[in-house]
T-cell receptor, first 117, second 110 residues
């Protein structure tokens, strides 16, 4: 199946700093990527939809100025957590939408664990 | 907003037992996907069902899409410890963003 990578896999940062997470589709092009946040033993919560060449669409309650999303190319989307605080510590997962064969499928990255001290 | 309810939320069984996980909604979905997620990793797609009444088998896993395309079930036969994980269903309607259920956390004890 298709492969999606994330970098870094885990990051520890000090409160007040910014952290950038990359999401890449390795063997297919994705006009749409999604960013999710997951707390321990809970399901995925959609944060925003990243659209190549246009602004991201944020879910209700997600601060767009805090979680900056850039979809610079058909294979790369980045999520920047600005001025991170301990409550931002979480598991962040991206996914990329593949439309191959007329059937839409989402492929997920391995996730990035963020710990803000 | 389309909502997906998964049940049970937690399941703890012995190796060799059978189990069924359910995914229900009041909305119709054009497709429904099942994922398995292990701790610290991203979800891995298991199957996509698109036709009402469709049944798909993946080794010991059997997936069924309801006739009305509002619900789905995942049945595991003779569970193994390697089946342990979080099982997520996600429904999509056209080009809309798939909605995820809360997940079923399965633990299979040796």
């Amino acid at each position: 199946g298709a492969v999606v990578s994330q970098h870094p896999s885990r990051v520890i940062c000090k409160s007040g700093t910014s952290v950038k997470i990359e999401c890449r589709s390795l063997d297919f092009q994705a006009t749409t990527m999604f960013w999710y946040r997951q707390f321990p033993k809970q399901s995925l919560m959609l944060m925003a939809t990243s659209n190549e060449g246009s602004k991201a669409t944020y879910e209700q309650g997600v601060e767009k100025d805090k979680f900056l999303i850039n979809h610079a190319s058909l294979t790369l989307s980045t999520l920047t957590v600005t001025s991170a605080h301990p409550e931002d510590s979480s598991f962040y997962i991206c996914s990329a939408r593949d439309l191959f064969g007329g059937q839409e499928t989402q492929y997920f990255g391995p996730g990035t664990r963020l710990l803000v001290l | 907003t389309q909502l997906l309810e998964q049940s049970p939320q937690f399941l703890s069984i012995q190796e060799g037992e059978n189990l069924t996980v359910y995914c229900n909604s009041s909305s119709v979905f054009s497709s429904l996907q099942w994922y398995r997620q292990e701790p610290g990793e991203g979800p891995v797609l298991l199957v996509t069902v698109v036709t009402g009444g469709e049944v798909k088998k993946l080794k010991r896993l059997t997936f069924q899409f309801g006739d009305a395309r509002k619900d789905s079930s995942l049945h595991i036969t003779a569970a193994q410890t390697g089946d342990t994980g979080l099982y997520l269903c996600a429904g999509g309607e056209g080009s809309y963003i798939p909605t995820f259920g809360r997940g079923t956390s399965l633990i299979v004890h040796p």
